[in-house]
């Protein structure tokens, strides 16, 4: 099932095989995250104006770094899939062209890869700002990995897990298709978790007890990692294993720059 522990994918390649190039980008600004924005439930936000530029921007600066792709990959959140629309766009080069036709580079939507929800839509649409961040910090200071907060909300042990079914279905897909290198656009918090499971578990594929310790490990990492709408996150799959880049951010101008 989706969030199990049961590892998909070996954590490393086969002998041979050419490494695998992840790269993960968050979406752009969403109506979520303007200033007087009202809580907006699962994945309905879209993007701004702001989050159309930052995704033009991230999508140019893509196909610079990556090789020719004929899909892009994405969460099935709006705010993913939209900004995954313009890096098809960038990559498509009949599109670029003027050539007449459908668009070549398709937005392949896979599951896991949304945003981790924890707390419920339902309990704390009507709280003020203040009152939420108090629900935040009593979520993470509690840290409770199996506590799930409503019927819309998901536990930490679930979403951790899940982060890495997300990755591993990627993987088991290009390796099945043939292709060294894959976008996946994405959101903060599965970036962080991502990240996280990489440089810290010994192997993250193997089977993981969740617990509290490491919800607060991860958090203490998490809250001191800053990323900014269309960071690029890459990973790489080797024979010895997996590895990350750092976050990159400066194709992202000053002025398109938002958290």
């Given at each position: 099932m989706p969030g199990s522990n049961e590892s998909k994918l070996p954590p490393k390649l086969p002998s041979g095989r050419p490494p695998l190039r992840i790269l993960l980008v968050r979406h752009g600004q969403s109506t979520a995250q303007e200033p007087d924005a009202k809580a907006q439930v699962f994945g309905e936000a879209c993007l701004t104006e702001l989050g159309h530029r930052q995704a033009t921007v991230a999508a140019q600066a893509a196909r610079e770094l990556m090789p020719k792709l004929t899909k892009i990959h994405s969460s099935h959140y709006r705010r993913a899939w939209e900004t995954a629309d313009f890096f098809a766009y960038a990559f498509d080069d009949d599109f670029e062209q003027g050539k007449p036709g459908a668009k070549q580079v398709r937005v392949e939507k896979i599951e896991n890869a949304h945003e981790f929800t924890y707390l419920s839509h339902v309990r704390t649409q009507h709280l003020d700002a203040k009152q939420r961040l108090t629900e935040v910090k009593s979520y993470?200071?509690?840290?409770?990995?199996?506590?799930?907060?409503?019927?819309?909300?998901?536990?930490?042990?679930?979403?951790?897990?899940?982060?890495?079914?997300?990755?591993?279905?990627?993987?088991l897909n290009m390796l099945d298709e043939e292709q060294e290198a894959a976008i996946l656009v994405t959101h903060g918090w599965f970036m962080r978790a991502a990240l996280f499971r990489i440089l810290t578990l010994d192997d993250m594929w193997r089977d993981q007890y969740v617990d509290g310790p490491l919800m607060r490990r991860f958090y203490q990492f998490a809250d001191t990692l800053r990323v900014p709408n269309t960071s690029f996150l890459p990973l790489f799959l080797h024979e010895s294993g997996w590895s990350a880049g750092g976050l990159m951010t400066a194709h992202i101008p000053l002025n398109l720059r938002t958290l």
């Amino acid at each position: 099932m989706p969030g199990s522990n049961e590892s998909k994918l070996p954590p490393k390649l086969p002998s041979g095989r050419p490494p695998l190039r992840i790269l993960l980008v968050r979406h752009g600004q969403s109506t979520a995250q303007e200033p007087d924005a009202k809580a907006q439930v699962f994945g309905e936000a879209c993007l701004t104006e702001l989050g159309h530029r930052q995704a033009t921007v991230a999508a140019q600066a893509a196909r610079e770094l990556m090789p020719k792709l004929t899909k892009i990959h994405s969460s099935h959140y709006r705010r993913a899939w939209e900004t995954a629309d313009f890096f098809a766009y960038a990559f498509d080069d009949d599109f670029e062209q003027g050539k007449p036709g459908a668009k070549q580079v398709r937005v392949e939507k896979i599951e896991n890869a949304h945003e981790f929800t924890y707390l419920s839509h339902v309990r704390t649409q009507h709280l003020d700002a203040k009152q939420r961040l108090t629900e935040v910090k009593s979520y993470w200071e509690d840290a409770n990995a199996v506590h799930i907060d409503g019927p819309d909300a998901e536990s930490f042990k679930y979403f951790f897990t899940r982060t890495g079914d997300a990755l591993a279905a990627l993987a088991l897909n290009m390796l099945d298709e043939e292709q060294e290198a894959a976008i996946l656009v994405t959101h903060g918090w599965f970036m962080r978790a991502a990240l996280f499971r990489i440089l810290t578990l010994d192997d993250m594929w193997r089977d993981q007890y969740v617990d509290g310790p490491l919800m607060r490990r991860f958090y203490q990492f998490a809250d001191t990692l800053r990323v900014p709408n269309t960071s690029f996150l890459p990973l790489f799959l080797h024979e010895s294993g997996w590895s990350a880049g750092g976050l990159m951010t400066a194709h992202i101008p000053l002025n398109l720059r938002t958290l």
